[in-house]
């Protein structure tokens, strides 16, 4: 990979993971993934944490890195799939499902955009050893491509369509993806914010709330939308 | 008489091109944002942006899987004629929307709000959206597609006179922080800002100004000029870079576009074309000749008229002559 890591700490992990390969990771770890991964997003969520369907039998031996994305894919002629690129959606909508999820499914890396907030991590990812890795960027859906070497299984294509179906993909050098909980539930996310808040007070310093004020409006800078 | 499978045939190019291919101002831009972003996770962000279109480009892939929603914008000379009329052209449009979502392959974006329905080609109702201009003394038609991020990083405000400048100031400041925070906006983009009009030409203006204009590009009033390159500045000195890091690059350029609008108001818009800023253009000529180019050129004098009329050039070149 020629992308430039600078300083920045750099892990490989081989999918499925356990949580002693997750204790070395610190938020902010640049990591690449080997094994099975698998895409499970609201529409696999319900089918399974709300009409009760079966997942894949074995599914966390076979992998336990739930992807929170959907591929750019077409079927061919030969009902063989091909997809191009992989990039992840935004995860913090789908925070009410993660206490089952993690239960019927054993994942113990979830990969999205944008992380989640730390008191998910706090709730739902440590008790269960988990972590969670953003992409990056978010466009890298190239790199992403680049790193799968083949599908192995699709399930429910035909009743969710390419967005919301399970792709179990077979993956190589994956990434980069970028760590932003750890296994106490800290948030890296959280922690920039944090850091990019003081000069966020200061930049607004002086400037006059519009004449026109929004419906349940507040002016904390510390606040975010997720 | 420009024929329709010409323009299918450009339209499916275009396609392709607008997924893979980032435009070279928008790389540029970038390129340049790299060389002076200091925060260590924000500078690994922008690097890995930069070895992903390189990626795109060489296995032909798009760059990004979130391939957004794809649009038309059409300009048509005065003088242009279709054969089939503006119909066909609909037609070849939305037909090469289809058959690029699974030719390139893009991802099926589009879906009924309510009952989700996706027709797996990202064609449906109101989809792909069309936009039209015209272009005096002219035979040709130019066609550009974006493929714009979805979710977030828009947004609109009614402002009023009384706010000023530093109105404006605070609610683009607003706009970049709360899509900023987490990268949820894919940052650094080009921000387009729609000011006046009235609230859905608010929106267009603003969509339009981020998305056919290059990075560079000025407006042409000096004063909305030099409001540009101020919150251009403005945005880069929050803070925060890449996925809302800490860093200095939000803001690639910052382009403006008005209209006027009501005596008392002076609405707003914000959009973020993100780290996947999509367009490609084609000019389709009389003879069938196709050039294909990455400055959609939407904005021509014309576009931004301020009288009742407008004067032909060619006719004026006639009378001088
Ligand atoms: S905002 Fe742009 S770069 Fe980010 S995921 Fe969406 S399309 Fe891709």
Redesign the interface.
């Known amino acids: ?8 700490k750099t892990v490989s992990l081989t999918v499925p993971v356990t949580t002693e390969d997750l204790k070395d990771i610190e938020i ?1 770890t ?1 990591v690449y993934l080997n094994g099975v991964v698998y895409t499970a997003r609201e529409g696999i969520y319900k089918k399974v944490l709300e009409g009760g369907e079966q997942l894949p039998a074995h599914l966390a031996e076979i992998s336990n890195a739930n992807f929170h ?7 061919n002629a030969d009902g063989t799939f ?1 997809i ?4 992840g ?2 995860s913090f909508r789908f925070s009410k499902w993660l206490e089952k999820w993690f239960k019927v499914s054993g994942a113990k890396i979830i990969i999205g ?3 989640m907030t730390s008191e998910d991590y706090k709730k739902y990812f440590v008790p269960n050893g988990a972590i969670y890795l ?1 992409t ?11 790193g799968i070497k083949s599908i192995k299984d699709v399930h429910w294509y035909d009743e969710l ?3 919301q179906a399970m792709w179990m993909v077979n993956v190589e050098n994956f990434g ?1 993806f ?1 760590a932003d909980s750890d296994l106490a539930g800290n948030s ?2 959280e922690r ?2 944090e ?2 808040k003081a ?2 007070d200061k ?2 310093e002086g ?6 004020r ?1 419906y349940g409006e507040t002016n904390d ?1 510390g606040d ?3 | 008489m420009i024929q329709v499978p010409i323009i299918k045939e450009t339209a499916l190019t275009l396609m392709d091109k607008a997924a893979i291919d980032i435009p070279d101002d928008y790389l540029t831009g970038l390129q340049k944002a790299a060389d002076t972003e200091e925060g ?2 924000s ?3 922008l ?3 930069l ?3 390189q ?2 480009k060489e ?1 032909r ?7 957004g929603v794809p649009r038309w914008y059409v300009k048509m000379g005065n003088e242009a004629q279709i054969s089939g009329g503006p119909v066909a052209l609909e037609e070849a449009l939305r037909g090469a929307t289809a058959e690029a ?9 589009r ?1 009924h709000p309510l009952w989700r329905t ?1 027709h ?1 080609n990202n064609v449906g109702l109101n989809a792909p959206e069309i936009e039209y201009s015209f272009e005096p003394d002219a035979d040709w038609i130019d066609i550009t597609t974006v493929h714009k991020g979805g ?2 990083g828009s947004d609109y ?4 006179p ?2 000023g400048i ?2 404006i ?3 683009f ?1 607003d706009c970049l ?3 900023g ?4 906006a ?1 940052q650094p983009a080009i921000i387009g800002v729609g000011l006046g009009g009235s609230k859905d030409i608010t929106m267009v203006l603003g969509k339009q100004a981020a998305c056919l204009r290059t990075v560079g590009d000025r407006n042409p009033d000096p004063k909305v000029a030099e409001l540009e390159m101020e919150l251009k500045e ?1 945005g880069n ?4 870079g ?5 860093g200095k690059s939000m803001v690639i350029d910052c382009h403006i576009e008005c209209g006027f609008t009501h005596t008392g108001g002076m609405p707003m818009s914000v959009h973020a074309f ?3 800023s999509r367009r490609a253009v084609a000019r389709i000529h009389r003879d069938g000749r196709v050039e294909y180019r990455t400055d959609p050129n939407w904005f021509t004098p014309y576009m931004r008229r301020e009288t009742i009329g407008w004067q032909s050039t060619t006719a004026s070149l006639k009378q001088s002559v």
Do not use: W
């Open positions: 990979m020629a992308i430039d890591h600078g300083k920045l902010g640049i994305c959907s591929p750019a894919a077409s079927q091909n191009g690129a992989m990039t959606t935004a955009k944008g992380g953003t990056v960027g978010y466009g890298t859906g190239a790199l992403l491509g680049r369509g390419v967005a980069p970028i890296l996310f920039e914010n850091k990019v000069g966020i930049l607004y400037t006059r709330a519009p004449a026109l929004r800078r975010e939308v997720i | 260590d996770l500078s690994f962000v690097n890995a942006m070895e992903n279109y990626a795109a296995d892939r798009a760059m990004c899987a979130d391939t979502t699974t030719g390139v392959p893009l991802r099926p974006n879906v996706d797996n979710l977030f405000r009614m402002l009023f009384g706010d530093e109105g100031k605070r609610f400041l922080v709360a899509f925070k987490r990268g949820l894919c403005l000195s929050i803070g925060m890449a996925m809302g890091f800490v993100c780290l996947s």
